[in-house]
């Protein structure tokens, strides 16, 4: 058994931000969500969200690559809502792509306050805009040191040591 402590805030919306998670569907969403994760033997320390995009906040043990673990969550749950409420016009889809923060153990009760309480943040406009605008972009981030950090390792071969 390994050791971990991976905590992650993973943002993502529905498709082209349609308001399709209505406060009929939300708890059928989330319930789903969580028990799909805990199957997966992820920990789901919060969900919440609003009409178009939700946040988890999740331990992922490191078995499971986040990409996938968000891929089986919004595939299975996109389908799940298809068949619980057929009847719907549009259907429900999710925007491709999603945003992930890796937080610290310090961190995590910020963040899971944060998430709780998402639909105070957006009545009031409290939100944190980087969590909320970048969840459908292809973002990695910045090179800090322009690559100085390769150019300076120094390959030793093994004629260069002394025996």
Known sequence: MALWRLYYHIVWT??????????????????????????????????????????????????????????FIKGGSAYHINHTFPSEETGFVWQRGYGVFSLGGKQLRQAVEYVRNQETHHRFNSIEPKLEEYASLDDGPAIWNH?????????????????
């Open 14 to 71: 529905t498709k082209e931000r349609q308001p399709l998670i209505s406060p009929g569907i939300r708890p059928i969403l989330y319930g789903y969500i969580i028990g799909k994760a805990h199957a997966m033997g992820v920990i789901v320390h919060a969900i919440g969200g609003i009409d178009d995009h939700i946040h988890i906040i999740v331990s992922i043990p490191p078995k499971i690559s986040i990409a996938d673990f968000v891929r």
């Open 147 to 163: 690559g100085k950090a390769i150019a300076e390792i120094k390959i030793i071969k093994p004629d260069d040591y002394d025996v």
